[in-house]
């Protein structure tokens, strides 16, 4: 069975940092893209970050580039986010995804909560 499993949020003042990991288990993605990906109450639930199976190629919308750099363990099986220059709009749930072989996101955590005050 596939799991994703978020950890490192929080609540922290606009101008922290944060730096969320993701955990899989029940199979290797070693050779997967993965992300990111958050949801605002209210809102649609939005990209945040990608990248490839080696590490080689990542891809940020323009909200976040600059301030959040995502990075990944193959070894551990782990993605993580670091999230640097934190604004309140940044406050959201944010979740992990893993994509298949066709590069689509299939697999995703449960979330972990952002939340950054004024």
């Known amino acids: 069975q596939v799991q994703l499993v978020e950890s490192g949020g929080g609540l922290v003042q606009a101008g922290g940092s944060l730096r969320l990991s993701c955990a899989a288990s029940?199979?290797?993605?070693?050779?997967?893209?993965m992300g990111w990906f958050r949801q605002a109450p209210g809102k649609e639930r939005e990209f945040v970050a990608r990248?490839?199976?080696?590490?080689?190629?990542?891809y940020y919308p323009d909200s976040v580039k600059g301030r959040f750099t995502i990075s990944r363990d193959n070894a551990k099986n782990t993605v993580y986010l670091q999230m640097n220059s934190l604004k309140p709009e940044d406050t959201a749930v944010y979740y992990c995804?893993?994509?298949?072989?066709?590069?689509?996101?299939?697999?995703w955590g449960q979330g972990t909560q952002v939340t950054v005050s004024s």
């Open positions: 990248i490839s199976w080696s590490g080689s190629s990542t």
């Open positions: 029940g199979r290797t993605f070693s050779r997967n893209d």
């Open positions: 995804a893993a994509a298949s072989a066709n590069r689509q996101f299939v697999y």
